[in-house]
């Protein structure tokens, strides 16, 4: 098998690396510089390790473009390149918690300095939100700042829609949640809900800890329903992204979904089961106050 070294700049041709794609890219991991593929002699794409291309990218330096592009002259003298302009950058834009008015360090944990320029970007992004709103919004923005590194603007637009979510409660209010695991034992959860403005606790075991908290919020809320899907993804960039929980209950021919995101998945689990709680109760409510209409109407 050829090893390819690409420390310095390669040609090698498409059919090359259409067959030996594997340790090209196993090389480009190792070295990480340039790789040029060409096509009917004539360069055709760029190859270049990941975060090598991202970290120039953040830190603006285009002079490491510029001496990309006399390599490639050198290696084709008859194609016309020139240096890319400088256009907003191609890296993902984020937010340092700092710019919003969390700096712990210094015994800031928000500022109006800091919800102003929340306000801004959430503008920027086509949000708009009055005063109370934007109160809410902050608030648990504040909360991840101090667990996330930096804010993307995937997780502002998240927090607006969990806070204004939060903001107007169904009949149910998930208040606290504690689980519990253990290997060899069945996991158990212990819920805090206000139900109809009454406070209430549960607790349940279960298989695994969503079980066993699914449950609980079941038994504390008096809703029977059947689960008949769960997902949870990466709702935001980062190895501290937020999670994105989606619960889909049913009652009879009655299917709801409910949503939520946290930066931990059981909370955000939790949100979300009890997000489709209400949905089922504010159903029933609807159909129930339809009935005496279609009474008449009989």
């Known amino acids: 098998m050829r090893v390819y070294d690409v420390g310095v700049l390669k040609v090698i041709s498409a059919p090359e690396l259409a ?20 096509h009917n002699e004539q360069p055709t794409a760029l190859l270049v390790r990941f975060d090598a291309y ?12 510029e001496r990309w592009i006399e390599e490639v002259r050198s290696a084709f003298p008859q194609s016309v390149f020139s240096p890319p302009r400088r256009i907003k950058p191609m890296a993902p834009a984020f937010l340092d918690p700092a710019d919003l008015g969390y700096a712990p360090q210094f015994g800031q944990l928000g500022s109006a300095a800091g919800r102003r320029r929340l306000g801004e970007e959430l503008t920027s992004m086509g949000i708009q939100l009055d005063d109370e709103q934007l109160g809410s919004v902050y608030s648990l923005v504040l909360n991840l700042a101090e667990r996330k590194r930096v804010l993307y603007a995937e997780d502002l637009r ?17 208040m606290d949640l504690q689980v519990n695991a253990q290997s060899g034992v069945s996991a158990s959860a212990e819920v805090t809900v206000v139900v109809d403005g009454i406070r209430r606790q549960g607790r349940a075991v279960g298989n695994g800890t969503l079980d066993a908290l699914f449950r609980a919020l079941q038994q504390v809320s008096e809703v029977n329903a059947d689960l008949e899907d ?4 990466a709702a935001t960039q980062g190895s501290d992204a937020l999670g994105e929980a989606v619960v889909t209950l049913s009652q009879g021919s009655r299917v709801v979904v409910g949503r939520a995101v946290a930066l931990d ?12 709680l209400n949905w089922l109760l504010r159903q029933s409510q609807d159909l ?6 279609d009474q008449r109407r009989g």
């Open 288 to 293: 129930a106050g339809a009935a005496p209409a």
């Open 158 to 174: 998240l927090a607006v829609d969990e806070a204004l979510g939060r903001a107007t409660p169904g009949r149910i209010v998930l």
């Open 54 to 65: 991202v970290a120039m990218l953040a830190t603006m330096d285009y002079s490491g473009w």
């Open 19 to 38: 067959r030996n794609l594997e340790p090209i890219l196993k090389a480009l991991e190792e070295s990480g510089t340039t790789l040029i593929v060409k």
């Open 230 to 233: 769960f997902s949870l993804a």
């Open 265 to 276: 998945v059981v909370e955000a689990a939790g949100y979300a089961y009890v997000n489709a």
